[in-house]
């Protein structure tokens, strides 16, 4: 067999420079607790995103966790339930009740759903902005000031992206990023919130550093925090991975676009309709396939692929409302498309380290694939 193409890998900065970049650490010894790469990383994002507000935590899932905690929710959240589960125990971690919305065909929480869903109990929407497609901004903007709802995005996989010029964390209330090792962007394991109200910072500094308020005379735990700080290392590979990003994205953006020349011609295999006036991240190749169309279904794809070398992602195969945790009919859920879609998509691979002939093998397998298949018929 060929080489083995990973669905995923990392996006890593030359050595010589991270270990350039990490040499004072052995002078200053700070290793976590605000470091000056800390800092320096989110002044850094701040310039890159043109955001006024960011904080770094250690991961994704404590700043989401962080971020609900903040605002002090309670009751219902609308979410979407394709996505990776760590939205979902996010909600259900601060206490709160999720309500599951059918997606649509961007994948994400279907709008025209929303407004029948929200009742005296409903506190907020919580919901991704999946594969790093942005979800209908606007319109769920419209709804949380016509029900005053909060509005937290999970933008763990959409680092990068653009509406209109803009970037994605400028809208909702705050926004989360991975900055974890198979995201666009990493600092290793990482975390982000972007948001606009200043008043929010302290509070999660506060919840990052279990609460402790520090004072000359006597210091106070004044909130039940965790920690869930950034260290410098993660920092450091964080300021050398935001010089690289916009070049990743780039190259993603080139390979994905043979994918949809290349994929355009074969009937029932759907790549995403991108849309005029987003700039996307790329952070993921979704397609479906339309068994009607095919004659195979996504599973058969997925294997046969597999079997010659092409590792692919069943990205969400299982709704998180239909693990075993949160299937026991305690929540209300309205997601029948949603089912739908996560048996029909396949993410296919696409990263900076792919060639172009990566991306032509890819295809040229699929076709075949095509063709076996409808001979088996
Ligand atoms: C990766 C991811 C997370 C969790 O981020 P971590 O940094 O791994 O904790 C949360 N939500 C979504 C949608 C993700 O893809």
Known sequence: MDRVIKPTQPVMPQYDRYIREIKDIWDTKVLTNN???????????????????SDLFVNG???????????????????????????????VQ???TPVFCDIDDSYNIDVSKLEGKITDNTCAIITPHIFGIPCKVKEIERLALKYNLKVIYDGAQAFGTKIDGKHIGAYGDITMFSLHAIKVYNSIEGGLLVYSNDKLH???ELYRNFGISYDEDKNDVIVCGINAKMNEFQAAMGILGLEIVEDEIGVRKKLASIYIDRLSKIDGIDTYPYEDGIDYNYAYFPIRIKQEKVG????????RLKERGIITRKLYDTLSCDYSYYKEGRYKMDVEYARKISKEALDLPLYGGLQISDIEHVCDTIMAICKEESNVK
């Open 296 to 303: 195979f279904d996504r599973d058969t794809l997925f294997l």
């Open 94 to 96: 601060n206490g709160l």
């Open 35 to 53: 470091g000056n790469k800390v800092c320096k990383l989110q002044h850094d994002i701040c310039n890159y995103m043109n955001c006024k507000n």
């Open 202 to 204: 302290e509070s999660f």
């Open 61 to 91: 899932h404590s700043a989401l966790i962080i971020a609900i905690r903040a605002l002090n929710l309670k009751g219902e959240v609308l979410t979407s339930p394709f996505t990776f589960v760590s939205t979902t125990n996010a909600i």
